[in-house]
């Protein structure tokens, strides 16, 4: 465990574990507060979901800065990685529940990100690089997780529009609360579309000013990041020239997305 100690503070092992168990009772908390608005719309407890979610990233993100930012450098391990992800992720779905059909995503999203809040607690060895003397590693490590957080909401709506399109198919009754299918398809492109034009940009950066990403300990990861780019690429075409949608779409964003978990899994630290 990592001691931050300065002249102002002293964070202790007991102070991170206590913040860490009051983060994950508000993400806990704000699930289940989604999941009852979500399946019998009670606007009154809305304040509760609002209040536990934004407590909760916020605990988070103090969290995340403890373990990753470590003056000099920056522990770019997977466990930190993952956490940032995770956390990505849901401030996502919390920011876009105000325009789309997205509040549905926190009641599956949040208990995960909350199980992630621990990740950084495991033993491990830390992977420290110097992004701030390297401008294009940390903009391409920041566009690239920025481009899979969007895709990886895209991959939780897609679930959920595989569910809706199910349901509809055995004739049986959805949730009162439930998004149109049509809205639910919508986001889901617009999604797919932010975030496969955050990680063109995050890739470009990495082919000009990363050349290294061509060494053979880095071509796994390259070659699948480029497969799943390939296949967000070849659906959102597909759907502005032959309108796909439904099914196909839900399995070629999970496809893809999978892919681009693989090519992140494949190495201990984001760079690595």
């Known amino acids: ?20 168990i009051l983060t994950t009772a508000l993400y806990l908390l704000s699930a289940t507060a989604s999941w009852v608005l979500f399946v ?7 304040w509760l979901a609002a209040v536990s979610t934004v407590g909760a990233l916020s605990g988070h993100a103090w969290l995340l800065h403890h373990f990753i930012d470590l003056g000099p450098g920056q522990d770019l391990h997977l466990v930190n990685v993952t956490g940032f992800l995770s956390w990505l992720i849901a401030l996502w779905i919390a920011g876009l529940s105000f325009r789309y059909a997205t509040r549905p995503l926190a009641t599956i999203w949040y208990p995960l990100t909350a199980f992630c809040v621990w990740l950084p607690l495991l033993p491990y060895e830390e992977m420290v690089f110097f992004t701030w003397n390297h401008p294009s590693l940390l903009a ?5 997780l920025l481009g899979l957080s969007l895709l990886g909401v895209a991959a939780i709506q897609a679930l959920f529009i595989g569910w809706q399109l199910h349901r509809l198919h055995q004739r049986a009754p959805l949730w009162l609360q439930m998004p149109s299918l049509e809205s639910m398809e ?6 797919l579309w932010s975030g496969f034009l955050v ?37 959102l075409w597909g759907h502005h020239r032959y309108g796909w949608r439904g099914r196909l779409a839900v399995k070629s964003t999970l496809l893809g997305v999978f892919v681009l978990l693989i090519a992140y899994l494949s190495s201990k630290g984001w760079t690595a």
């Open 199 to 235: 990680l063109t940009v995050g890739l470009g950066v990495g082919f000009i000013f990363l050349g290294e990403i061509f060494e053979p300990h880095y071509l796994t990861k390259t070659l699948l990041s480029v497969l799943a780019w390939l296949v967000i690429g070849f659906l």
């Open 1 to 20: 465990m990592r001691i931050w100690d300065n002249s102002r503070t002293t964070i202790t092992q007991d102070m991170i574990i206590e913040l860490s």
């Open 140 to 144: 391409h490590v920041l566009l690239s």
């Open 186 to 191: 919508n986001c889901l492109f617009q999604l």
């Open 40 to 46: 019998r719309g009670t606007s009154s407890i809305a």
